[in-house]
């Protein structure tokens, strides 16, 4: 079992920033890819950015493509995404999730464990 704690979420204008983290404790599988998704309000979840064990290569949704980095720190067992220029639009619930595979996928069932999520707000 893995257990995946989110952090970083809050209240930010539109344009501002956030760091979300994500740290990774208990009996992992070896070198998980992880990854972030988010639900938004009467939505699904969907798909925002995935890294491999390795830290690299990245994958990206189109609609943080240029705003959004995801990077992690193998050392310290914690995933990071960095979010710039956000939208009224990335407002959700942001989760991160780690799976049994070193190669990172966009599918939400591609994922075997997940954090409870940190919320994103961007209002003005």
């Known amino acids: 079992q893995v257990l995946l704690v989110e952090s970083g979420g809050g209240s930010v204008q539109p344009g501002g920033s956030l760091r979300l983290s994500c740290a990774a404790s208990g009996r992992a599988s070896s070198r998980p890819a992880m990854g972030w998704f988010r639900q938004a309000p009467g939505k699904g979840g969907e798909f925002v950015a995935a890294i491999n064990w390795s830290g690299g290569p990245t994958y990206y949704a189109d609609f943080v493509k240029g705003r959004f980095t995801i990077s992690r720190d193998n050392a310290n067992n914690t995933m990071y995404l960095q979010m710039n220029s956000l939208k009224h639009e990335d407002t959700a619930v942001y989760s991160c999730?780690?799976?049994?595979?070193?190669?990172?996928?966009?599918?939400?069932?591609?994922?075997?464990?997940w954090g409870q999520g940190t919320q994103v707000t961007v209002s003005s």
């Open positions: 999730a780690a799976r049994r595979s070193t190669a990172a996928g966009t599918a939400l069932a591609g994922y075997d464990f």
